[in-house]
Every structure is written in C-alpha cells, then in structure tokens.
C-alpha cells in the first residue's frame, strides 16, 4: 500500500506560477513510477508528468517546457512546478504512484487558471 497526499492546488491567473507537492508513505525509490496526472472537466485523466524508475521523466504534449516533475528521496515527495500557466490547465491534478502492477492515487487538488 501507497499513501498520497497532495497539496498545493488554488486559483492563478494565466501567465502565473503555482507548485503542487504530493508526499508518499513509502519510500521513493521502492516504486516503479511516479507523477502527476490531470482530469480537466468533462475529459478523462490524463498524464501531465511522469518517472520511470527515477531515471527518464515524461511529460504530456500540452506542459512541455511550462512543467517540471521533482521528487525528493529523502522527504519522500514529489512537486510538480508549473509556470505560464494556461486556461486550460484548469483541472484537478491527482499524484500517482505504481508499485509492481498496483496504481495509487492521492485524493486530488483542484487547479484553477483563470484568464
């Protein structure tokens, strides 16, 4: 078992920065992969960011180059630092983690980019 537990949601205007921070209940290094992903309304959830085995980092098309995945070993967290926040990063983010063939999911934190 995983637990998450993220923070970090709020309002922001578009062009603004916000950072979200997810801290695990288990070791980093003991998990296959970690990241965020987002659900925006009326879509299916998807992935904003993404490591592998704590060696390559994918990112979703849209947050390239705006969004960068952090994880710190040692306080067992994980942020996602979001910049030139866009309207449609609205949404509410969800930290992930996979153990094995298991998913974990935290309880979410709403984003709000407002134009």
């Known amino acids: 078992q995983v637990q998450l537990v993220e923070s970090g949601g709020g309002i922001v205007q578009a062009g603004g920065s916000l950072n979200l921070s997810c801290i695990l209940s288990r070791p980093i290094f003991s998990l296959n992969a970690m990241g965020w992903y987002r659900q925006a309304p009326g879509e299916q959830r998807a992935m904003v960011a993404l490591?592998?085995?704590?060696?390559?980092?994918y990112y979703g098309d849209s947050v390239k180059g705006r969004f960068t995945l952090y994880r710190d070993v040692m306080k067992k967290a994980v942020w996602l630092l979001m910049s030139s926040l866009k309207t449609e990063d609205t949404g509410i983010y969800y930290c992930?983690?996979?153990?094995?063939?298991?998913?974990?999911w935290g309880q979410g934190t709403q984003v709000t980019v407002s134009s």
């Open positions: 992930h983690a996979r153990n094995l063939a298991e998913d974990y």
């Open positions: 490591m592998i085995s704590g060696d390559k980092t």
